[in-house]
């Protein structure tokens, strides 16, 4: 594909349940990063992997949420009991490399019951 | 404690005239700064950036000035055009973070 994409595109879910999101990067990109976006504010930073490894998690909020990326390509964010203050876009984005600019997917919105 | 701030939420701007849009940051260990345009249901696109070392990046109607005594950077469009509406957002680089201010939503009047 052209871009990075990320499915669903929408997810309702009901407190306490678990949900995965997907994201599927530009090809050859070797770094990816997991962001969420709350209303009115700017994206937060996740977790950021280069190839398989998560490099840097330190964005994760609580141990509620897990990322995965196992073949170096597609990665997975994994939310466990999930809690209504969770509601928020989740965008994914790649790099080549530790270039400078991120190319984003259009998100996730995740709305939680 | 926001690092990176736009505390402009809106602004409008006549099609042709210059679009100024400014973002402030508290940490002045950022190495690049980095301005990202986004439409509604859609993700950030690139759009500029800028080294610390630099006051200055210009690339067709976008220039980007960096006062780093200041700590404070501007993004200036001209001439605006009604494409150029959409909300954007000044991001500073932190290692691999990219650390995002709350976004300014231009619109271009025409």
């Known amino acids: 594909g052209a871009g990075v994409s990320q499915t669903p595109s929408n997810k309702v879910t009901e407190k306490g349940k678990y949900v995965e999101l997907r994201c599927d990067p530009i090809?050859?990109?070797?770094?990816l990063y997991w962001y969420r976006q709350s209303l009115g504010q700017g994206p937060e930073f996740l977790i950021y992997?280069?190839?398989?490894?998560?490099?840097?998690d330190s964005g994760l909020p609580n141990d509620r949420f897990f990322a995965v990326r196992p073949e170096g390509s597609v990665s997975t964010l994994k939310i466990q009991r999930t809690e209504r203050g969770d509601s928020a876009v989740y965008l994914c984005?790649?790099?080549?490399?530790?270039?400078?600019?991120?190319?984003f997917g259009p998100g996730t919105r995740l709305t939680v019951l | 404690d926001q690092q990176v701030k736009q505390n402009s939420p809106s602004l409008s701007v006549q099609e042709g005239r210059i679009s100024i849009l400014n973002c402030d940051y508290t940490?002045?260990?950022?190495?690049?700064f980095l301005w990202y345009k986004k439409y509604p249901a859609e993700g950030p696109t690139f759009l500029i950036s800028?080294?610390?070392i630099k006051d200055k990046n210009e690339d067709g109607r976008f220039t980007v000035f960096l006062n780093k005594s200041a700590k404070h950077l501007s993004l200036h469009i001209v001439p605006s055009q009604p494409g150029d509406s959409a909300v954007y957002f000044c991001?500073?680089?932190?290692?691999?973070?990219?650390?995002w201010g709350a976004g300014t939503k231009l619109i271009i009047k025409p």
């Open positions: 984005a790649s790099s080549l490399g530790d270039s400078l600019e991120q190319f």
């Open positions: 090809s050859g990109h070797t770094a």
């Open positions: 992997f280069q190839g398989t490894g998560a490099a840097d």
């Open positions: 940490n002045s260990m950022f190495d690049y």
């Open positions: 800028i080294s610390s």
């Open positions: 991001a500073a680089k932190s290692n691999y973070q990219l650390i």
